[in-house]
Nanobody
Framework: QVQLVESGGRLVQPGESLILSCAAS??????MAWFRQAQGKERECVAA????????YYADSVKGRFTVSRDKGKNTAYLQMNNLKPEDTAVYFC????????????????????WGQGTQVTVSY
């Protein structure tokens, strides 16, 4: 069974750090991404990474604060989030594709065909 399982979401205070994990099982993928959806807002891609060359995409809102990485041996992607802000509060979803995405497509939801269930990240005092 092909699936993605996210973990690591929790309540943190502004300025703190958090790392999310996305473990893939059932097959390997060519790219993985992290999306988030805040209440009342559209889902947006915050970071993505292409497996073969680690080419990365970041949303402007997280550049310099978030880092996406992958461990090929564990078939797992990570999202290191530093200096978290209340506006980072959202459900974070992991997504993956079996296709061969070009760099410019990494930030689009339509690129990905497998999705995880999501993990809640709340940034608040």
């Amino acid at each position: 069974q092909v699936q993605l399982v996210e973990s690591g979401g929790r309540l943190v205070q502004p300025g703190e750090s958090l790392i999310l994990s996305c473990a893939a099982s059932g097959r390997t993928f060519n790219a993985m991404a992290w999306f988030r959806q805040a209440q009342g807002k559209e889902r947006e891609c915050v970071a993505a990474i292409r497996w073969r060359d680690a080419n990365r995409y970041y949303a402007d809102s997280v550049k310099g604060r978030f880092t996406v990485s992958r461990d090929k041996g564990k078939n797992t992607a990570y999202l290191q989030m530093n200096n978290l802000k209340p506006e980072d509060t959202a459900v974070y979803f992991c997504a993956a594709t079996t296709g061969s995405p070009i760099s410019s497509s990494l930030g689009y939801a339509s690129t990905y065909d497998i999705w995880g269930q999501g993990t809640q990240v709340t940034v608040s005092y």
